[in-house]
């Protein structure tokens, strides 16, 4: 049997773990290996992109892997038996020279040699050995040492394998190298130096593990950093959900309590018309009543001269009065008819947050005209105070005021402050595309487009600066083209919502254009300036409207009808009178409402989703609708 010196000397390691065999499997190519868990085998087959095959490290022949598995391979029977033996099997001293060896208890790494207790005694008392590497042979046979890769040369085992041919890729003797090796082909080094080289080549594979590992792992925290902010984005998305829906459902509350005042107050307007026409019937039937009783009288005693006169004039009022016609039932059912045809219609669009509004009826007003009443039903103290610059229907049914201290509030039907945004831009001018992104027009003159979730977009348009062209108005047509208006040079340039140059400008026909609008199914604009002013698509003017004393607001509503409030600022007056889109009056929605004199005197004027309409003066906010 094999000595365990002998088997040593041959090469029991893993060429990958570098410790003796354990769980040997063998490649096709005959190359063995260990299968550790985590190590040898098992971990080349994780490092190589085929996972069908398994590439040997030494002849680069590839493998199948049953099943991808690498517990499937071969084992290596012989090997695994021989190392069984290995593993149990006492090494004996190398040192003595009698026939029956003694076990050995150390080796040197230095000399190469196993020595028994006598043997390592001499050993450690001889001076040359005194720095030589002595470790126990417990410790090599539990492989927590690995003994010394210096071996004897099989051709002269005299003499150790201290050169290394780069061109074999083997360990040779001083002999071999010069007989064998020193042909074309092969480079001789020392082993020490080659194992130098091999070290530091290790180091520098190392660092480049540890820079990689490090880049890896900054990825990984990157991919970590941006799960959690997809995961922020969605918290928010849900909440923004949340606080929607419970916008939305306060809005449906208040428009369900609204449409119920609204039907109470035609309710009570009702009740009270056929409640006059009772309460008269009623005064009819008692005067008939008391008439009766006094005729009655003249039966109970004979009536003589003035009694008898009497008695005639009575019965003759009587019979007056019996010959009047019957009361008509028209006006009573008049009041049910017009009742009936009041009817609530649902708004069906998503944009619209209301239950619906109430229609189906008008009442004469000033001798002919059909417009029910407006009135004033909310009266609201803005948040920045002479500071309101511009006012726009935005998507959800809100309204947008736009403040040049900075920030656009967003106000309900209702009149309740929903929601402020961009608290840091310095809002003039403010439109909706069909998208729900707005375009902002801030005190410089720049245009500046945001998100529906009001994120600023890197959008730029080339407009021109205030000092060049002065202040004026914006409005977005049916097709997203944006209007950009300047006072002082009294022109309008059109952009289209991907920025950059304007596409088109046109004049404004003598005009300075403070306010500007543009219709929904039309190619025209309604401006204003002190006056309001009806263009076509190339700026020519159609029509002006002007009263004397009062300076006009406009808005174009929903139906491209155009409404007006006239005020009258010396005496804190408004009226708003509604037109065609052609600037031909329709009716009067409310005269003369006071709001008393505003030391600034600009106002903006413009119609809700649901209908209502909105006045902003600097300081206040009202919102009307028909009674």
């Known amino acids: ?117 006598a043997c390592e005694k001499s050993h450690s008392t001889w001076k040359p050995f005194f720095n030589h590497e002595v470790v126990s042979v417990s410790e090599v046979l539990s492989g927590k040492v690995q003994l010394n890769r210096r071996r004897k040369c099989k051709k002269h ?16 003797c001083s002999k071999c190298g010069m007989l064998k090796h020193s042909k074309a082909g092969h480079d ?50 849900n909440e923004d959900i949340d606080t929607t829906y419970e916008e939305y459902m306060q809005l449906l509350s208040d428009s369900r309590e609204e449409l119920k005042s609204r039907v109470k107050q035609w309710s009570e307007k009702f009740e009270k018309e056929l409640q006059v026409m009772e309460e008269e019937s009623r005064r009819t039937v008692s005067h008939m009543n008391a008439m009766e009783e006094l005729v009655t009288n003249g039966m ?17 009022n009587l019979k007056s009065f019996l010959g009047r016609d019957d009361p008509d039932d028209k006006p009573p059912r008049g009041v049910t008819e017009r009742a009936q045809n009041i009817s609530l219609r649902r708004y069906e669009k998503v944009n619209e947050l209301c239950l619906g509004k109430l229609e189906g009826y008008t009442w004469d007003v000033q001798g002919g005209d059909v417009s029910p009443p407006w009135d004033v039903k909310a009266n609201v103290n803005l948040p920045s105070r002479t500071c309101m610059a511009c006012i726009s229907r935005s998507p959800g049914g809100k309204m947008a005021l736009g403040s040049y201290n900075g920030g656009i509030h967003l106000y309900s039907p209702y009149g309740k402050l929903q929601q402020t945004v961009l608290k840091n831009v310095s809002v003039w001018r403010i439109g909706f595309l069909s998208d729900g992104r707005s375009v902002v027009r801030d005190i410089n003159n720049k245009v500046l487009l945001y998100t529906p979730q009001w994120e600023k977009l890197d959008v730029t348009f080339e407009t021109i600066s205030i000092d060049e062209g002065g202040s004026g108005g914006l409005t977005v047509d049916r097709d997203d083209n944006i209007y950009v208006s300047y006072r002082k040079l009294m022109k309008i ?38 006056t309001v002013v009806c263009l076509d698509g190339k700026g020519k003017k159609e029509k002006v409207l002007k009263k004397e ?49 505003e030391i600034l005197s600009w106002y903006y004027l413009q119609e809700f989703e649901s209908g209502e309409i909105a006045l902003c003066t600097p300081n206040r906010l009202y919102i009307l609708n028909a009674i």
């Open 1 to 117: 049997m094999a000595t365990f010196h002998q088997i040593s000397s041959q090469n029991l390691e893993c060429p990958i773990c570098l410790t003796l065999f354990n769980q040997l499997k063998s490649l096709s190519c005959s190359h063995t290996f260990c299968k550790k868990k985590k190590n040898c085998l098992h971990r080349m087959s994780q490092t190589q992109s085929d996972k069908e095959t398994i590439k040997c490290p030494i002849c680069s022949k590839g493998t199948p892997l049953p099943r991808g598995d690498v517990d499937k391979l071969q084992t290596n029977v012989l090997l695994s038996s021989l190392m069984d033996e290995v593993k149990i099997t006492c090494p004996t001293c190398t040192v003595c020279e009698m026939d029956d060896k003694s076990p050995a208890v150390c080796y040197c790494q230095d000399c190469g040699k196993y020595m028994c207790k």
């Open 157 to 172: 085992p005299n003499d150790d394998e201290e050169c290394f041919c780069t061109g074999c890729r083997e360990y040779v």
């Open 188 to 237: 001789i080094e020392e082993a020490a130096i080659y194992e130098e080289k091999l070290i530091e080549n290790i180091k520098e594979l190392k660092r480049g593990v540890k820079s990689k590992k490090t880049t890896i792992e900054n990825h990984i925290e990157f991919i970590e950093s941006q799960r959690n902010e997809i995961t922020t984005m969605f918290r928010k998305l």
């Open 300 to 316: 109970k005693v004979p009536l003589e001269k003035n009694s008898l006169i009497a008695h005639d004039t009575l019965c003759e």
């Open 493 to 530: 340039m059109v952009f289209t919502s991907q920025g950059g140059k304007a596409v088109r400008s046109m004049m404004c026909d003598g005009r300075r254009p403070w306010q500007l609008f543009s219709f929904n199914n039309m190619r025209k604009l309604i401006l204003q300036d002190s």
């Open 549 to 597: 004393g009062m300076s006009a607001y406009p808005a174009v509503c929903r139906d491209d009808s155009v409404i007006v409030a006239w005020v009258k600022h010396d005496k804190g007056l408004f009226s708003i009178d509604r037109y065609t889109s052609d600037l031909k009056h329709m009716h009067n929605l409310i005269i003369d409402f006071s709001i008393g004199r």
